[in-house]
């Protein structure tokens, strides 16, 4: 076969990889990008630097020649200290040798989790709205995606109800992002209750995606993963990007099993082989005293969550409460536009970019998710000309 054949060809790209949409997110910026003065609320980005002493532990790491490969499974000091931290933060106790394996970011640790678990035809259930990987990751395992609309008037919190709807024979795995984006919603304990008893009683296993844990206002995060008889049936994943301000360092990592870290461990050395030695190096000052670093920025974001929450109710939109990460997600639906429509219409007439409730699943659609991890005097500004935008759409 020649090259002009190959290019005649229609089916060169994989079969089960021709109908997975680029990231929604991803395509809107970058009309974002190609734009000048525009207040972007789109990209779940913190708008810290670093903390600087994690900074300094990555460039002092360089200097002493740093430069190599790690283990597979993570530099051990760093695995040591990721499980006394996770025994105090969520009272998990984990075997920093054997059942910790570090991950390039919470993204290839989701990965790794889903193609560990499932065999082609699988289903995975997970609730929507949801982050725009996860129904792409099922698929590329060979497995089925089946999404679980939540709603509004459940403050986007998974329901009893909705899962019995769509469990059947092949669910395999449970799949929750608590707190969430896009919605910043979060689970009270009868929520994780009921939802660990599910589990077990339809032998589901359970990946808890919670990478945004410690960002959570006026109450206390509880990981599901910490329930009676969860922890042998749950992969517990968390990173250093949202909380420590760390999402160029690409450190994330798994908590399970012994046989399911095992299994992770193995794809990730024959694809990743290890995470950067200097990413590694800056997790570990991380956790030495993380509550210094994370409470200055959890208080800042508590205080542009109620600054927007209350200027979009302003606006007449509806609004959940968000009591997690740093995201919210109003309701435009009533305006007469889809989600784009919305937020092109947004971006064009006023310079302030928010993404399409559509890009997280058939459920955002209405929606659109503004991200208030951005300086208040920006947010104060983009709120003032979607307050401007708004009253155009109703006059």
């Not at 077990?200 to 006026?218: F, H, P, Q, R, W």
């Not at 329930?227 to 160029?248: N, Q, V």
């Not at 208080?299 to 979009?312: C, G, P, Q, V």
Request: proline share 5%; charged share 25%; aromatic share 10%.
């Amino acid at each position: 076969m020649n090259t002009n054949d190959l290019k005649l060809r229609r089916d060169v790209v994989a079969e089960h990889l021709r109908g997975v949409p680029r990231s929604g997110i991803r395509d809107f910026f970058e009309i974002v990008n190609s734009m000048p003065n525009v207040i972007s609320l789109g990209i779940g980005e913190p708008d810290f630097d670093t903390p600087w002493h994690v900074r300094e532990a990555s460039v002092f790491a360089l200097e002493k020649g740093a430069t190599g490969y790690t283990s597979n499974m993570g530099l051990p000091g760093l695995r040591r200290e990721i499980a006394r931290y996770v025994e105090r933060t969520f009272g998990l106790l984990y075997d920093s040798e054997k059942e910790v394996l570090i991950t390039v970011g919470v993204s290839e640790g989701l990965d790794l989790a889903v193609r560990a678990l499932i065999n082609p035809g699988d289903e995975v259930l997970y609730h929507e709205p949801c982050y725009v990987s996860y129904g792409p990751l099922v698929v590329f395992a060979h497995g089925r995606p089946v999404p679980v609309g939540t709603r509004l008037e459940d403050g986007f919190r998974i329901t009893r109800e909705l899962l019995e709807k769509q469990i059947t024979s092949k669910s395999r795995i449970l799949l929750l992002n608590y707190p969430n984006n896009p919605t910043g919603a979060t689970l009270d304990m009868e929520d994780i209750r009921w939802i660990s008893e599910f589990a077990k009683s339809n032998d589901l296993m359970v990946i808890t995606d919670e990478i945004y844990a410690e960002l959570t206002y006026g109450k206390k995060h509880v990981s599901i993963a910490s329930m009676p008889d969860m922890k042998e049936r749950t992969i517990f994943l968390h990173g250093f990007s949202k909380a420590w301000a760390m999402t160029g360092f690409r450190i994330g990592y798994a908590c399970a099993p012994p046989e399911l870290i095992e299994a992770m461990m193995k794809i990730h050395q024959y694809s990743m082989l290890c995470a950067p030695i200097l990413s590694q190096e800056a997790a570990v000052e991380a956790l030495k005293n993380p509550e210094r670093d994370i409470g200055e920025m959890r208080s800042e974001y508590e205080k542009h969550r109620n600054f927007i929450l209350r200027s979009l109710r302003d606006m007449g939109l509806k609004c959940n409460e968000p009591h997690g990460a740093f995201y919210i997600f109003p309701y435009v639906g009533d305006t007469g536009l889809s989600s784009k429509e919305f937020a092109i219409r947004l971006l064009e007439e006023e310079k302030v970019a928010v993404v399409p409730g559509s890009a997280f699943g058939s459920s955002g659609e209405g929606f659109v998710r503004c991200s208030y991890a951005t300086s208040l005097v920006e947010l104060k500004e983009a709120m003032s000309r979607m307050a401007k935008f708004i009253k155009r759409l109703r006059s």
